[in-house]
């Protein structure tokens, strides 16, 4: 997962159950942004109209139409084919891996899946593209016309799940093109081509979303879609997913205004900064009095804004033409296959529908619904990777409430894991051992506090049982009364000041709250805090001493 | 059934003379494939010496200017290991070697091909032996990898004995526009040819007809039993008829294009040029098949390991299409045309007339749809990888255009403008989706005329016999490609598998042909109905003087000189 997206995730998070934090202060920001791009559609003026287009790298050993090795960060130009060179005479064998990562994306999205589709030649010459073509599907893709369902989060506490939809036009097999290195200082390019040929999905979704936090909202739903069917890692930093933002404002009721298409994006978090920058510059540029030109922008992720890139887009002829060395890609069901098929040549739609593993959206309902979690959690719980898994690993094994468990895993164990780069799976905290903590919380053996404190040992990897760390430590719950009142009498006597206050505040709660604080700290938290509050507020409505009032 | 005297064209090697060699030197190779080599059959050539010969015989040919490259060293190691198993394969069995429906035991002779000597078009790719498509973009390109289809013959213990000129990239009809300069028709050198009055031997050579005229000039000159050649729109049947040779286009699919340079992928395959019938079906039955890396090959249909020497055609439908009386067909072919039919019906096959009526239309669509690919093909060509590449480097884009403008020559050049204006966003319907409804329609015409009960299609191949070579670079390529192609192409466009077969000599001494075409996948038939009109129309063999060589000195004729056409 990328670090730009668990930033994201943990923004949603962090806005929900720790407000005050300055990441929920920066989403705070971003949610105002969007919803002043809002207002003025209901004002009547320019609104924002959003579309994209994702290329997300198949997750497969070989390539699409070779079986050269997919692997990021290869040495350069170590998994090239003789038909990824482009060497004459060369022939695409299409990867029977990369159709079925196709139809199940297809099928998870609600596509209808097209039981005949074909290959056709995109012609331009680039020195990272070996055969002056890439192979795509622009007559007729393997899916068209999905749904892609997803949610965000809004209101002053990010609490609020607005549920949302992006119609998805169609998904195309293609082959990724090489990638070029500019070396200006010795005026020459270097080309790697490791990438030419593997397989991409390219999703076209349409203009159904409306400023930069939908769109970003949409793309790591959709992330999630694809990493939980394993089709593609999803990692955008590392290319796996590419997002172009098709960008316009117009007035409601009016045609569509000029679009502009962004590039350059490796992040959710700047898809949705190059899109509101974008869309606030054509409103700007409109409400000036100006035309849209139609061109490609890149975002330039430093300054935060977007620039025109050198355009030959615009002008470029594709040439389209077919694929003559690929015969149309026939899907089957398992009662359409014909007679004597090789079955390893045959890929069947139905089956891969049945095959296909329960989608994010499902969870999070599940998550809801089984253990009476707010939404807002499921998100934070599904969008982490192997979250949910730990989360419901903890609750089978603890007696502890299930309302209780999303506290412990969401601020406590995901805030270590943030804090020290940790995925869940490399946490040092088993499920098992969470549960045996929260055991000891429940049955009143430690309080809340100690129980922070066995959690930081634990986190340390002693291997120690967290009653073990209770019984070495002595963090066990301080009950007797008499040893209670004493630290709260020391307390008192330490803070003449507080008392007064209480006394002329008649029962002042600041001040109660902050003795508590301070009986707490010299305990350890270790002590029964009803039992404290209780003595506190008991010594406090003695009357004074006389010596001491006058 | 075939009677002795039309067997004696097929003659056991060393035996000498013969009806059909006559004047052949006694060291020339003449005899088809399936009759040689037996080495244990009492008498007859090793594969070494068979090889040998070959070779010597493309050294004495040299000035016809058939090979780009021969494979001389290469040649004598294959025959040699072929020998090896011949003696070995000897020693273990006492019965001739006449299996060849069986597959050999290991140590013993791989099958019919075993020890042939053959060459294969310079468009084919052969690992580590330079392949150019006769082009100065890929001069020096020395692939890594080898086309299936050479692969099969190699695996056979087939004897590769070199690669054979064209026109560049396969763009062309006469073998006159390739890098190496023009193929000379071995027939110019003939008896059959030379002996005729006014016959000028220093500037009447005729062309080979393209664009596999060294794969044609190969096998007709007997340097080779078997060569591959390409066949796009005729470039295999075209030479093939004007060199007097059985030249198999097959259907569609039936054997790999992998390792083939393209030119019209939708309509390429490899072609089989041979000197009978027989031989075409030897070599399709090895090189048919379904392959991995060629995605647009078919399960190939069971086939007899060869062909019946006696043949029924009673039952047999021919179809004469009334639109191949095409304006400028000779009279001489028109006439061969008419003989081969009534001999077709006096051996009991029903003859009919039949019309294909979107063929007129199939050359201007085969121009649209074969310059599309062309363009298309032709963008890897960037000098970027392999092949040529410009000194001039101000730009990306200026080594390209540099590139492309000194690497191709001006028939490839002019093809690749064409092709990307049919396929500009502006021109596609027009043209390319056009042609492609067109090129259906022909499809249609053919399968309509199948259904119908019709089983073989009798047309000429080409519109006459060989032209001169100075008569044929009047007219630019472009011409005499829409000419030459007329007959040929239209099955290109269909897939269906053609064979011509070549019926007789015309006034001149040269071969006149005719073409068989068959439904798909039907290409056993096909050569059943070749073969039985090969063992009636007793085509002569042709008559090379003893020292070829010597009589080029005399007439003052270079050898091949690889120049420029740029």
């Given at each position: 997962?990328s670090?730009s997206?668990?930033?994201?995730?943990s923004?949603?998070?962090?806005?929900?159950?720790?407000?005050g934090?300055?990441?929920a202060?920066?989403a705070?920001?971003?949610?105002?942004s969007?919803?002043?791009?809002?207002?003025s559609?209901?004002?009547?003026?320019?609104?924002?109209?959003v579309?994209?287009?994702?290329?997300?790298?198949?997750?497969?050993s070989?390539?699409?139409?070779?079986?050269?090795?997919?692997?990021?960060?290869?040495?350069?130009?170590?998994?090239v084919?003789?038909?990824?060179?482009?060497?004459?005479?060369t022939l695409p064998?299409l990867?029977r891996?990369?159709?079925e990562a196709?139809?199940?994306?297809?099928?998870?999205?609600?596509?209808?899946?097209n039981k005949?589709?074909l290959?056709?030649?995109?012609?331009y010459?680039y020195?990272?593209l070996?055969?002056?073509?890439?192979?795509?599907?622009?007559?007729?893709p393997?899916a068209?016309?999905g749904?892609l369902?997803?949610?965000?989060l809004?209101?002053?506490?990010?609490n609020q799940?607005?549920?949302?939809?992006?119609r998805?036009?169609?998904i195309?097999?293609?082959q990724?093109?090489g990638?070029?290195?500019?070396?200006s200082?010795?005026s020459?390019?270097?080309?790697d081509?490791?990438?030419?040929?593997v397989?991409?999905?390219?999703?076209?979704?349409?203009?159904?979303m409306?400023?930069?936090?939908?769109?970003?909202a949409?793309?790591?739903?959709?992330?999630?879609?694809l990493?939980?069917?394993?089709?593609?890692?999803?990692?955008?930093?590392?290319?796996?997913?590419r997002?172009?933002?098709?960008?316009?404002?117009?007035?409601?009721?009016?045609?569509l205004?000029?679009?502009?298409?962004?590039?350059?994006?490796?992040?959710?978090?700047?898809?949705?900064?190059?899109?509101?920058?974008?869309?606030?510059?054509?409103?700007?540029v409109?409400?000036?009095?100006?035309?849209?030109?139609?061109?490609t922008?890149?975002?330039?992720?430093k300054?935060?804004?977007?620039?025109?890139?050198?355009?030959?887009?615009?002008?470029?002829d594709y040439?389209?033409?077919?694929?003559?060395?690929?015969?149309?890609?026939?899907?089957?069901?398992?009662?359409?296959?014909?007679?004597?098929?090789?079955?390893?040549?045959?890929?069947?739609?139905?089956?891969?529908?049945e095959?296909?593993?329960?989608?994010?959206?499902?969870?999070?309902?599940?998550?809801?619904?089984?253990?009476?979690?707010?939404?807002?959690?499921?998100?934070?719980?599904?969008?982490?990777?192997?979250l949910?898994?730990?989360?419901?690993g903890?609750v089978?094994q603890t007696?502890?409430?299930?309302?209780?468990v999303?506290?412990?895993?969401l601020?406590?164990?995901?805030?270590l894991?943030?804090?020290?780069c940790?995925t869940?799976?490399?946490?040092?905290?088993?499920?098992n051992?969470?549960?045996?903590?929260?055991?000891?919380?429940?049955?009143?053996?430690?309080?809340?506090?100690?129980a922070?404190?066995?959690l930081?040992?634990?986190?340390?990897?002693?291997?120690?049982?967290?009653k073990?760390?209770v019984?070495e430590?002595?963090?066990?719950?301080?009950r007797?009364?008499?040893?209670?009142?004493?630290?709260?009498?020391?307390?008192?006597d330490?803070?003449?000041?507080e008392?007064?206050?209480h006394?002329?505040?008649?029962g002042?709660?600041?001040?109660?709250?902050?003795?508590?604080?301070q009986v707490?700290?010299?305990?350890?938290?270790?002590a029964?805090p009803?039992?404290?509050r209780?003595?506190?507020?008991?010594?406090?409505?003695?009357?004074?001493?006389?010596?001491e009032?006058? | 059934?075939?009677?002795p005297?039309?067997?004696?064209?097929?003659?056991?090697l060393?035996?000498?003379?013969?009806?059909?060699?006559?004047?052949?030197?006694?060291?020339?190779?003449?005899l088809?494939?399936?009759?040689?080599?037996?080495p244990?059959?009492g008498?007859?050539?090793s594969?070494?010496?068979l090889?040998?010969?070959?070779l010597?015989?493309?050294?004495?040919?040299?000035?016809?200017?058939?090979?780009?490259t021969?494979?001389?060293?290469q040649?004598l190691?294959?025959?040699?290991?072929?020998?090896?198993?011949?003696?070995?394969?000897?020693?273990?069995?006492?019965?001739?070697?006449t299996?060849?429906?069986r597959s050999?035991?290991?140590?013993?002779?791989?099958?019919?091909?075993?020890?042939?000597p053959f060459?294969?078009k310079?468009?084919?790719?052969?690992?580590?032996?330079?392949?150019?498509?006769?082009?100065?973009?890929l001069?020096?390109?020395?692939p890594p990898?080898?086309?299936?289809?050479?692969?099969?013959?190699l695996?056979?213990g087939?004897?590769?004995?070199?690669?054979?000129?064209?026109?560049?990239?396969?763009?062309?009809?006469?073998?006159?526009?390739?890098?190496?300069?023009p193929?000379?028709?071995?027939?110019?050198?003939?008896?059959?040819?030379?002996?005729?009055?006014?016959?000028?031997?220093?500037?009447d050579?005729?062309?080979?007809?393209?664009?596999?005229?060294?794969s044609?000039?190969?096998?007709?000159?007997l340097?080779?039993?078997?060569?591959?050649?390409?066949d796009?729109g005729?470039?295999?049947r075209?030479?093939?008829?004007l060199?007097?040779?059985?030249?198999?286009?097959?259907?569609?699919?039936?054997?790999?294009?992998?390792?083939?340079?393209p030119?019209v992928?939708?309509?390429?395959?490899?072609?089989?040029?041979v000197?009978?019938?027989?031989?075409?079906?030897t070599?399709?039955g090895?090189?048919r098949?379904l392959?991995?890396?060629?995605?647009?090959?078919?399960p190939?249909p069971?086939a007899?390991?060869?062909l019946?020497?006696?043949?029924?055609?009673?039952?047999?439908?021919?179809?004469?299409?009334?639109?191949?009386h095409?304006?400028?067909?000779s009279?001489?072919?028109?006439?061969?045309?008419?003989?081969?039919?009534?001999?077709?019906e006096?051996?009991?096959?029903?003859?009919?007339?039949?019309?294909?009526?979107?063929?007129?239309?199939?050359?201007?669509?085969?121009?649209?749809?074969?310059?599309?690919e062309?363009?298309?093909?032709m963008?890897?060509?960037?000098?970027?990888?392999?092949g040529?590449?410009?000194?001039?480097?101000?730009s990306?884009?200026?080594?390209?255009?540099?590139?492309?403008?000194?690497?191709?020559?001006?028939v490839?050049?002019?093809?690749?403008?064409a092709?990307?204006?049919f396929?500009?966003k502006r021109?596609?319907?027009?043209?390319f989706?056009?042609?492609?409804?067109?090129?259906?329609?022909?499809?249609?015409?053919?399968?309509?005329?199948?259904?119908?009960?019709?089983?073989?299609?009798?047309?000429?191949?080409?519109?006459?016999?060989?032209?001169?070579y100075?008569d044929?670079?009047?007219e630019?390529n472009r011409?005499?490609?829409?000419?030459?192609?007329?007959?040929?192409?239209?099955?290109?466009?269909?897939?269906?598998?053609?064979?011509?077969v070549?019926?007789?000599?015309?006034?001149?001494?040269?071969?006149i042909?005719?073409?068989?075409?068959g439904r798909?996948s039907h290409d056993?038939?096909?050569?059943?109905?070749a073969k039985?009109?090969?063992q009636?129309?007793?085509?002569p063999?042709?008559?090379?003087?003893?020292?070829?060589?010597?009589?080029?000195?005399?007439?003052g004729?270079?050898?091949r000189?690889?120049?420029?056409?740029?």
């Amino acid at each position: 997962m990328s670090t730009s997206l668990s930033s994201c995730s943990s923004r949603s998070r962090s806005a929900s159950v720790q407000p005050g934090s300055p990441s929920a202060a920066s989403a705070r920001h971003w949610n105002s942004s969007a919803s002043s791009l809002r207002i003025s559609s209901i004002e009547g003026s320019l609104v924002g109209v959003v579309g994209l287009e994702i290329h997300a790298q198949i997750y497969a050993s070989t390539k699409l139409f070779s079986s050269s090795q997919v692997c990021f960060s290869s040495p350069p130009n170590s998994s090239v084919s003789f038909f990824d060179a482009a060497l004459p005479g060369t022939l695409p064998v299409l990867n029977r891996r990369c159709v079925e990562a196709a139809v199940m994306t297809g099928l998870a999205l609600g596509c209808t899946i097209n039981k005949r589709s074909l290959f056709d030649r995109k012609h331009y010459f680039y020195a990272d593209l070996p055969a002056g073509y890439q192979i795509t599907q622009q007559r007729l893709p393997i899916a068209v016309g999905g749904r892609l369902s997803y949610s965000h989060l809004v209101g002053r506490k990010r609490n609020q799940v607005v549920d949302k939809n992006v119609r998805i036009k169609q998904i195309q097999l293609e082959q990724d093109s090489g990638k070029s290195l500019h070396d200006s200082y010795r005026s020459q390019t270097l080309i790697d081509l490791n990438r030419a040929g593997v397989g991409l999905m390219e999703l076209v979704l349409e203009p159904d979303m409306s400023c930069g936090e939908e769109a970003a909202a949409a793309v790591r739903e959709l992330q999630l879609i694809l990493q939980a069917l394993g089709t593609c890692q999803g990692n955008m930093s590392e290319g796996q997913l590419r997002v172009d933002a098709n960008v316009s404002v117009h007035r409601p009721g009016e045609p569509l205004g000029v679009r502009t298409e962004v590039k350059n994006i490796n992040s959710a978090r700047f898809l949705a900064r190059a899109i509101d920058y974008e869309l606030q510059r054509q409103m700007a540029v409109v409400e000036g009095g100006g035309t849209v030109l139609n061109e490609t922008r890149a975002f330039d992720f430093k300054s935060g804004q977007t620039v025109p890139m050198r355009d030959k887009e615009g002008l470029q002829d594709y040439r389209f033409m077919p694929e003559p060395n690929l015969p149309p890609l026939i899907l089957y069901e398992r009662e359409t296959v014909p007679a004597h098929t090789d079955p390893r040549q045959v890929v069947l739609v139905d089956q891969l529908q049945e095959q296909l593993p329960e989608l994010p959206r499902v969870t999070r309902d599940r998550l809801v619904t089984t253990y009476g979690i707010l939404p807002e959690h499921s998100f934070t719980l599904v969008n982490e990777d192997g979250l949910v898994d730990y989360f419901v690993g903890v609750v089978q094994q603890t007696r502890a409430e299930p309302k209780k468990v999303i506290g412990w895993v969401l601020n406590d164990l995901l805030g270590l894991l943030k804090q020290q780069c940790l995925t869940v799976s490399q946490s040092p905290v088993s499920p098992n051992a969470l549960a045996e903590l929260l055991d000891l919380l429940e049955a009143g053996s430690i309080s809340s506090p100690a129980a922070k404190l066995v959690l930081q040992e634990l986190w340390k990897g002693s291997g120690k049982s967290a009653k073990h760390i209770v019984e070495e430590q002595g963090l066990g719950l301080m009950r007797d009364r008499s040893e209670i009142q004493q630290v709260c009498r020391r307390v008192i006597d330490s803070h003449p000041d507080e008392v007064r206050t209480h006394a002329l505040r008649a029962g002042n709660k600041n001040v109660l709250n902050k003795l508590i604080g301070q009986v707490r700290k010299q305990t350890k938290g270790r002590a029964d805090p009803q039992l404290v509050r209780a003595i506190l507020e008991e010594e406090l409505s003695r009357p004074p001493f006389h010596g001491e009032t006058t | 059934m075939v009677s002795p005297g039309q067997r004696q064209r097929h003659l056991d090697l060393g035996t000498g003379g013969g009806r059909g060699c006559e004047g052949a030197s006694s060291g020339a190779v003449c005899l088809c494939l399936c009759r040689c080599p037996r080495p244990c059959g009492g008498g007859r050539v090793s594969p070494t010496e068979l090889c040998t010969r070959c070779l010597e015989q493309v050294k004495r040919t040299g000035f016809l200017n058939a090979f780009v490259t021969v494979t001389e060293e290469q040649a004598l190691r294959q025959a040699s290991e072929a020998e090896r198993r011949f003696l070995e394969g000897r020693s273990l069995t006492a019965s001739p070697l006449t299996h060849r429906d069986r597959s050999p035991p290991p140590g013993k002779p791989r099958g019919p091909l075993d020890g042939i000597p053959f060459s294969v078009k310079d468009n084919f790719c052969t690992e580590n032996i330079e392949t150019t498509c006769a082009s100065h973009m890929l001069k020096g390109y020395f692939p890594p990898y080898t086309a299936t289809v050479v692969q099969k013959l190699l695996d056979q213990g087939a004897v590769l004995i070199g690669k054979t000129n064209l026109d560049e990239f396969a763009m062309g009809a006469g073998s006159t526009d390739g890098v190496f300069g023009p193929v000379r028709n071995p027939w110019s050198y003939s008896a059959q040819y030379r002996e005729r009055p006014g016959v000028d031997p220093r500037s009447d050579w005729v062309i080979t007809g393209g664009s596999s005229g060294g794969s044609a000039a190969a096998v007709a000159s007997l340097g080779s039993f078997l060569a591959l050649g390409s066949d796009s729109g005729g470039s295999t049947r075209n030479p093939g008829a004007l060199c007097g040779l059985v030249a198999l286009k097959p259907t569609y699919g039936l054997l790999s294009r992998h390792g083939l340079i393209p030119l019209v992928n939708s309509m390429d395959v490899p072609g089989i040029l041979v000197r009978s019938a027989d031989d075409a079906a030897t070599a399709l039955g090895v090189l048919r098949g379904l392959d991995v890396r060629d995605s647009t090959t078919i399960p190939p249909p069971a086939a007899p390991p060869h062909l019946p020497d006696d043949i029924d055609i009673a039952r047999i439908r021919v179809g004469i299409p009334k639109e191949y009386h095409a304006p400028g067909l000779s009279a001489e072919t028109l006439c061969q045309w008419g003989r081969v039919a009534d001999l077709l019906e006096r051996g009991g096959a029903s003859v009919e007339q039949v019309s294909l009526p979107h063929t007129q239309h199939s050359i201007v669509c085969y121009h649209v749809l074969c310059t599309a690919e062309v363009a298309s093909n032709m963008a890897r060509f960037d000098g970027l990888q392999y092949g040529h590449r410009s000194e001039v480097n101000d730009s990306t884009e200026a080594l390209y255009a540099a590139t492309c403008h000194e690497g191709f020559n001006d028939v490839v050049r002019r093809r690749i403008l064409a092709g990307n204006y049919f396929l500009l966003k502006r021109n596609y319907e027009r043209y390319f989706m056009k042609a492609q409804k067109v090129r259906r329609l022909i499809a249609q015409d053919f399968a309509r005329v199948f259904r119908d009960g019709v089983d073989v299609l009798l047309t000429p191949t080409t519109l006459g016999d060989a032209v001169r070579y100075c008569d044929f670079i009047q007219e630019d390529n472009r011409t005499r490609s829409a000419q030459e192609d007329v007959f040929t192409q239209p099955v290109n466009m269909a897939g269906l598998p053609a064979v011509t077969v070549p019926t007789a000599l015309s006034s001149r001494g040269l071969p006149i042909s005719l073409q068989l075409i068959g439904r798909a996948s039907h290409d056993w038939q096909l050569l059943g109905v070749a073969k039985w009109l090969e063992q009636r129309l007793e085509f002569p063999a042709i008559q090379l003087p003893q020292d070829v060589s010597q009589a080029e000195r005399e007439a003052g004729v270079p050898g091949r000189v690889r120049t420029s056409v740029l």
